[in-house]
């Protein structure tokens, strides 16, 4: 679980005033932020190590993309990219580059096949308790901390939930710091008490998209088996046509508490745990429900 971090030194840049003793729970670890993954999405782990040219001729397809084709995506002769496939030739960096752009792969697929041709990486994964991380961190604990009384949340690529605001805690009854949010659509979906079902549908296209692009991530087919496992046991939801996005809902005591959820990211993130982090934010989507945090 997470443990609390002291914020009331702090100031508001609008007021100046005291941020009233907001604490923001993250995973316990180096800096605060001990992520549960520490490697990014479409690691080949499990592949057989193979030339830069092995490689990139699985990658092509798996993206169902021809040598012609993919030589004329990066501006070269299709003889010329079949002597590299064949490693009858070796590519220049920038080559490799154009290569990676137009296979889409993801920044540690993208270091892998920079490594197999003899490049160094150019994607770096630092660590959290690095400087660099600071203004980052710094960041996301502000959000979450602005958004309260509402709950916010962030989640690694594969939903585990790695820092919280305190909003959380008077939704989900508990921490969900260090928990999985697959889970617990998983869990919660077979009470009453909460109907996951829209969002539960929308996390699996999403991590869909994430295997897309990532097809040798190990870990991304078992959390989607587990969606489809419970989107099978389970009924459609019931969707009202004036309704714009999928929504939970949440039984809690003789209330039903109904958010909207508005995720954010790193725009054009770098570094391979930046690009993979997912802020949650929760909004109340009717008086009653705000009501509830606010008197809290």
Same mark, same amino acid.
């Given at each position: 679980?997470?443990y609390?971090m002291?914020?009331?030194?702090?100031?508001?840049g609008?007021?100046g005033?005291?941020?009233?003793?907001s604490a923001?729970?993250?995973?316990?670890?180096t800096g605060?932020w001990g992520?549960?993954?520490?490697g990014?999405m479409?690691?080949?782990?499990?592949?057989p190590?193979?030339?830069?040219?092995?490689?990139l001729?699985?990658?092509r397809?798996?993206r169902?993309?021809s040598?012609a084709?993919?030589?004329? *995506?990066?501006? @070269? #002769?299709a003889?010329?990219l079949?002597l590299?496939e064949? =490693?009858?030739?070796?590519?220049?960096?920038? !080559?490799?580059?154009r290569?990676?752009?137009?296979?889409d792969?993801g920044?540690?697929d993208r270091n892998l096949l920079?490594?197999?041709a003899?490049?160094?990486p150019?994607?770096?994964d630092v660590?959290v308790?690095d400087?660099?991380?600071?203004p980052f961190?710094?960041?996301?604990?502000?959000l979450?901390r602005?958004?309260e009384p509402?709950?916010?949340?962030?989640?690694?690529?594969?939903?585990?939930?790695v820092?919280?605001?305190?909003?959380c805690?008077?939704?989900?009854?508990?921490?969900?710091v260090?928990?999985?949010?697959?889970d617990r659509?998983?869990?919660d979906?077979?009470?009453s008490?909460t109907?996951?079902?829209?969002?539960?549908?929308?996390?699996?296209?999403?991590l *869909?998209g994430? @295997? #897309?692009?990532?097809?040798?991530?190990?870990?991304?087919? =078992?959390?989607?088996?587990r969606?489809d496992? !419970?989107?099978?046991?389970?009924p459609a939801p019931t969707?009202d046509?004036?309704?714009?996005?999928?929504?939970?809902?949440f039984?809690?005591g003789?209330r039903l508490?109904?958010m909207?959820l508005?995720?954010a990211?790193f725009?054009a993130?770098?570094d391979i745990?930046?690009?993979?982090?997912r802020?949650?934010l929760?909004?109340?989507?009717?008086?009653?429900s705000?009501?509830?945090?606010?008197?809290?």
């Amino acid at each position: 679980m997470g443990y609390p971090m002291d914020l009331s030194g702090e100031t508001r840049g609008d007021t100046g005033k005291p941020l009233g003793g907001s604490a923001i729970h993250r995973v316990s670890g180096t800096g605060g932020w001990g992520l549960a993954r520490w490697g990014g999405m479409g690691s080949i782990a499990g592949v057989p190590d193979g030339s830069f040219g092995e490689r990139l001729r699985q990658w092509r397809r798996i993206r169902h993309v021809s040598q012609a084709e993919l030589a004329g *995506r990066v501006g @070269l #002769a299709a003889r010329q990219l079949s002597l590299i496939e064949s =490693g009858r030739s070796n590519p220049e960096r920038d !080559l490799v580059l154009r290569v990676i752009d137009a296979l889409d792969l993801g920044l540690v697929d993208r270091n892998l096949l920079l490594q197999a041709a003899g490049f160094a990486p150019v994607y770096p994964d630092v660590p959290v308790h690095d400087p660099r991380w600071h203004p980052f961190t710094t960041a996301v604990d502000r959000l979450l901390r602005a958004h309260e009384p509402f709950p916010a949340l962030v989640v690694d690529a594969y939903g585990t939930v790695v820092a919280a605001n305190r909003g959380c805690k008077a939704l989900f009854g508990q921490d969900p710091v260090g928990t999985n949010m697959i889970d617990r659509y998983v869990a919660d979906s077979a009470t009453s008490d909460t109907d996951w079902r829209e969002v539960a549908w929308a996390a699996r296209a999403r991590l *869909r998209g994430q @295997l #897309a692009r990532a097809p040798l991530d190990e870990r991304l087919p =078992g959390l989607i088996a587990r969606l489809d496992t !419970l989107l099978a046991t389970l009924p459609a939801p019931t969707r009202d046509e004036a309704d714009l996005v999928a929504c939970p809902a949440f039984r809690i005591g003789d209330r039903l508490i109904r958010m909207g959820l508005l995720a954010a990211c790193f725009d054009a993130a770098n570094d391979i745990t930046l690009e993979e982090l997912r802020i949650e934010l929760f909004y109340p989507l009717d008086p009653g429900s705000e009501e509830f945090f606010r008197l809290r």
